[in-house]
């Protein structure tokens, strides 16, 4: 069998988490250093790697990191059971009103 691990370039470790956490119900797993945290909750782990914008993804890269909206090496869908409490979650955090 073969794992699938998902790693998300991001550029606020802690934003990042919180996000994750509030907005889709992932759980802290454990942090792998000052620069990684890795998520539980989803069909796999979900590995949040913090650079810092401007950085190449490797050597020789013909672009760098950029953090606008939706610039991610990564692309994923998560389904939920019930979108806009997800949405309020994800925008407020925590609850839906």
Not at 42 to 71: D, I, K, M, N
């Amino acid at each position: 069998m073969t794992d699938l691990l998902i790693n998300i370039d991001v550029d606020d470790l802690e934003r990042a988490v919180a996000f994750y956490t509030d907005g889709l119900g992932l759980r802290l797993s454990r942090r792998l250093g000052p620069d990684i945290a890795e998520l539980e909750g989803a069909a796999c782990p979900v590995y949040l790697t913090q650079h810092a914008p401007g950085t190449r993804p490797f050597a020789g890269a013909a672009s760098a990191r950029e953090f606008q909206r939706h610039w991610t090496p990564v692309h994923l869908d998560f389904v939920v059971s019930d979108l806009d409490a997800a949405i309020q979650r994800a925008e407020f955090g925590g609850s839906p009103a």
